[in-house]
Structure formats: structure tokens, C-alpha cells
């Protein structure tokens, strides 16, 4: 009985709750709330209701280079230089991560020599290495994200950071002066390497970039990437086969312990921004909402009016909540504004003679002796 009575107790109120017309979707046209009592303004979320453009297209360009690898661009002596190019299609998911579609073409120049008795009769061989690669790439928005709580500032400069992955492919050339060049006599020619844009050629990259809000319609950006190719084919010092790492022999891709060969590239680009919008979600901050509306009530004037519609009866409370506007001059009242009557016989303290002892209105409130 008594684990009866306790369920019941228990079930009730829930109950009650759950028949509560503020929670409840009254049509299909309505979206519940399941994350508050139902007081959240819920509604669909479709294109009028956007407040931000979210798509731009990306365009850039600079130079590349190939960097960890047998053949390099980079030496004490010179610096071979190479390009890259690209276009992304870009789409902004929230104000500090966005994915990007991406396809880069570029080209890299680099050089390097054999050991011993191979390397002076070769000489000093020289690569070239054309590629195409398309990508999705992550964009952290850093400045977003660590942006300080209390910085109520606009900024028009952004620190961004990359990671990708993607599929390449690649036409390379190795010229030297012994095995790898033309000769008729003996029979001889460069050695070319072609990797085809497919799933067996997938690269990683990351980088950093800064970008600058110039206006509603264009970002600037300088960017720099690291390419790894994990191919040790990619910088075109020879095929990547077991006979290449043969102790014994001498091959160039021996010239570096590295199996991937990777590159480096620095870019400045432009995106422009796409829709009808004022701002871009990626240079927005939803807490300067939150600093602006805090602003605005800290700021605010409030005259507080005390008796708007004043005090008849001069009794001390107000005529907006008194329930007596005639109370006599001179009488005790209730917080409601009612004269007292301590011993409810209907004659109030002010003219009852016998406060405490109940009696007849005729007899001025005391009892008839």
C-alpha cells in the first residue's frame, strides 16, 4: 500500500508536466524543442533565415619547391625555383572550421649528384616535376577560435591553419651526364616517370595562412603548404623498386633515407565571397552578439515610478495594488491597503472602542453588558 501511495506521488506531477500546453507541439508544422522547457524560440533553418554568407571561391598562386627529398630545390649554391597555382570552391561550416575543394597544378625544379666515382661521371643531374592534385582540406580559423572573451574589438586580419588529403599525379624528367641523357651511341635517354591522377597516388598536406578582410566581397590570404607525397618517385630520381635500395647499388633515391618525398609551396590568393549577404561567417565572432546586447542593457536608463496612479487615501499604499481607495484618514492598514479590524466584529480599529473584543456596530464595537 505504502509503495502504492509513494508511486502515484512520484508520477503525478510528472504527469501533470508532460500536459503542460507550453511544451507541447500542438501541429506538424512545429518543431519540438527537446533541449529546454520548450521557451526557445524553434524554427526551420532555411535560406531566408541565414544571416551569413558560408561559400566563396578561392584562386592563388606562387612559388614551389621540393624540399625533403634526394633531388632538392633548395642548395647553398642556388635556388631552383618552381610554381604552383590553384582554385577551390570554399564553404565555411561554422565561424572556426570550413572544408575546401581544392586542385593545384605546379611544377618543381631540383637537382642533386651521386657519390663517389658515379657522381663524376654523371655530374650534377637536374629533375623536374609536374603535378595536379585535387584535395579536401580543413580550415581552422585560429583567431576565431582563440579569441579572447573580453576583446569587444572588430578585427579585419585572420590566422588560419590547414590539413588535407587528396590524390595526385605527376610527370617527372631526370637529366645527368652519364646514364640519363640523350646518346644515340651507346643508346640512352633521360629518365621519365608518370604517376596518374588515381587512389594509388594519395598526398597529405598542411600549412598555415593569414588572411586580410579587404571587404564584404574579397579575402586576401598568403598561405604556405607542406606536400607529402609519400612517394619516393615524386622528386623523379628513379623508380621506387626493391632493386633501387640494393645496398649495392648506387641509385638517387638512395641520396636521402626518406621513402616520401615531399614539397613546399607559398602562395598569395584571393577568395571571393559568395550570396547576398553583409558578412562572412568566417569573421564572425557570436560573442560580440552577446557583448552587444549585454551593452545595451547595462547602458540602458530605467526610471523606476513608484504610484503611477497615486494615493488617494493617503494610507501608504499605492492606489495600483490598494484594495481600499476610502480608507478614513488616520486608520491602520494591511498591505493591500484595507483598514484593520483586529477582532472582526465589522467595526474597524480606528472607531472600535473594544479593539481585541468582538461587539455590535451600535455599540461602537464593544460587547452589550
Known amino acids: 500500500?505504502?509503495?502504492?501511495?509513494?508511486?502515484?506521488?512520484?508520477?503525478?506531477?510528472?504527469?501533470?508536466?508532460?500536459?503542460?500546453?507550453?511544451?507541447?507541439?500542438?501541429?506538424?508544422?512545429?518543431?519540438?524543442?527537446?533541449?529546454?522547457?520548450?521557451?526557445?524560440?524553434?524554427?526551420?533553418?532555411?535560406?531566408?533565415?541565414?544571416?551569413?554568407?558560408?561559400?566563396?571561391?578561392?584562386?592563388?598562386?606562387?612559388?614551389?619547391?621540393?624540399?625533403?627529398?634526394?633531388?632538392?630545390?633548395?642548395?647553398?649554391?642556388?635556388?631552383?625555383?618552381?610554381?604552383?597555382?590553384?582554385?577551390?570552391?570554399?564553404?565555411?561550416?561554422?565561424?572556426?572550421?570550413g572544408l575546401s575543394l581544392m586542385y593545384t597544378r605546379g611544377e618543381t625544379k631540383q637537382t642533386g649528384q651521386l657519390p663517389g666515382t658515379a657522381g663524376q661521371l654523371a655530374g650534377v643531374a637536374t629533375a623536374t616535376t609536374q603535378f595536379d592534385q585535387i584535395a579536401l582540406m580543413g580550415d581552422i580559423n585560429f583567431s576565431n577560435l582563440l579569441?579572447?572573451?573580453?576583446?569587444?574589438?572588430?578585427?579585419?586580419?585572420?590566422?588560419?591553419?590547414?590539413?588535407?588529403?587528396?590524390?595526385?599525379?605527376?610527370?617527372?624528367?631526370?637529366?645527368?651526364?652519364?646514364?640519363?641523357?640523350?646518346?644515340?651511341?651507346?643508346?640512352?635517354?633521360?629518365?621519365?616517370?608518370?604517376?596518374d591522377l588515381d587512389i594509388n597516388s594519395i598526398f597529405y598536406q598542411g600549412g598555415l595562412g593569414v588572411k586580410y578582410n579587404v571587404?564584404?566581397?574579397?579575402?586576401?590570404?598568403?598561405?604556405?603548404m607542406y606536400i607529402i607525397s609519400g612517394d619516393d618517385e615524386f622528386d623523379g630520381g628513379g623508380w621506387a623498386g626493391p632493386g633501387e635500395y640494393d645496398p649495392a647499388s648506387v641509385s638517387y633515391n638512395k641520396l636521402n633515407a626518406r621513402r616520401s618525398d615531399n614539397a613546399w609551396t607559398v602562395?598569395?590568393?584571393?577568395?571571393f565571397k559568395l550570396g547576398k549577404h553583409l558578412s562572412h561567417l568566417a569573421w564572425h565572432d557570436p560573442l560580440q552578439e552577446a557583448y552587444y546586447r549585454t551593452s545595451v542593457l547595462e547602458n540602458a536608463t530605467t526610471d523606476l515610478v513608484v504610484c503611477e496612479k497615486g494615493d488617494a487615501d493617503n494610507d501608504g499604499v499605492c492606489d495600483d495594488w490598494d484594495r481600499q481607495l476610502d480608507t478614513p484618514a488616520?486608520?491602520?492598514?494591511?498591505?493591500?491597503?484595507?483598514?484593520?479590524?483586529?477582532?472582526?466584529?465589522?467595526?474597524?480599529?480606528?472607531?472600535?472602542?473594544?479593539?481585541?473584543?468582538?461587539?455590535?456596530?451600535?455599540?461602537?464595537?464593544?460587547?452589550?453588558?
Open 147 to 195: 579569441r579572447r572573451v573580453d576583446n569587444h574589438s572588430p578585427y579585419r586580419w585572420a590566422f588560419h591553419g590547414y590539413m588535407g588529403i587528396g590524390v595526385q599525379g605527376f610527370r617527372t624528367s631526370l637529366h645527368d651526364g652519364n646514364e640519363n641523357r640523350w646518346s644515340d651511341n651507346p643508346r640512352r635517354i633521360p629518365l621519365f616517370i608518370k604517376q
Open 1 to 97: 500500500m505504502k509503495l502504492g501511495l509513494l508511486l502515484l506521488a512520484t508520477t503525478l506531477p510528472i504527469a501533470a508536466f508532460a500536459q503542460n500546453s507550453s511544451t507541447t507541439v500542438n501541429s506538424s508544422t512545429e518543431y519540438p524543442n527537446t533541449f529546454s522547457s520548450g521557451s526557445a524560440n524553434v524554427k526551420p533553418f532555411d535560406n531566408k533565415a541565414r544571416r551569413f554568407r558560408d561559400w566563396s571561391i578561392s584562386v592563388g598562386g606562387g612559388p614551389a619547391f621540393m624540399v625533403h627529398s634526394d633531388l632538392k630545390s633548395l642548395r647553398k649554391d642556388k635556388t631552383n625555383w618552381g610554381y604552383n597555382a590553384y582554385v577551390s570552391i570554399d564553404k565555411q561550416i561554422s565561424h572556426t572550421f
Open 215 to 224: 571587404s564584404k566581397l574579397i579575402d586576401v590570404e598568403a598561405r604556405t
Open 330 to 369: 488616520g486608520a491602520r492598514v494591511d498591505g493591500a491597503g484595507v483598514a484593520l479590524d483586529m477582532d472582526l466584529d465589522g467595526v474597524i480599529d480606528l472607531y472600535d472602542k473594544c479593539v481585541t473584543v468582538p461587539g455590535p456596530v451600535e455599540n461602537n464595537g464593544c460587547p452589550i453588558k
Open 267 to 271: 602562395s598569395l590568393g584571393v577568395s
